[in-house]
């Protein structure tokens, strides 16, 4: 059973930066197409960004330029760096393991102006 774990987010002011980890457990990570997606309030659950087990990405036109989404295989942990954030990037970011359809429980990102 895959266990995922987000961490990293907070308040931050337009134009700043975070970092998001996702620390997953219970599957072969290495080879694993794993994504970030993210829901605002009132909104639909909409992808960000994911990453093939091969490290090909592709990204929501929303965040191309400003997104990054990584991997570190050996310590089993997704990353989403977000730089020149703005206000419509508020929302509960989660980490997905796409082929078993799993979900970590989120963390809040909110961005002020």
């Known amino acids: 059973q895959v266990q995922l774990v987000e961490s990293g987010g907070g308040l931050v002011q337009a134009g700043g930066s975070l970092r998001l980890s996702c620390a997953a457990s219970?599957?072969?990570?290495?080879?694993?197409?794993m994504g970030w997606y993210r829901q605002a309030p009132g909104k639909q659950r909409e992808l960000v960004a994911r990453i093939t087990s091969g490290g090909s990405t592709n990204y929501a036109d929303s965040v191309k330029g400003r997104f990054t989404i990584s991997r570190d295989n050996a310590k089993n942990t997704l990353y989403l760096q977000m730089d020149s954030l703005k206000p419509e990037d508020t929302a509960v970011y989660y980490c997905r393991h796409i082929m078993s359809d799993s979900w970590g429980q989120g963390t809040q990102v909110t961005v002020s102006s």
């Open positions: 219970g599957s072969i990570f290495s080879v694993d197409y």
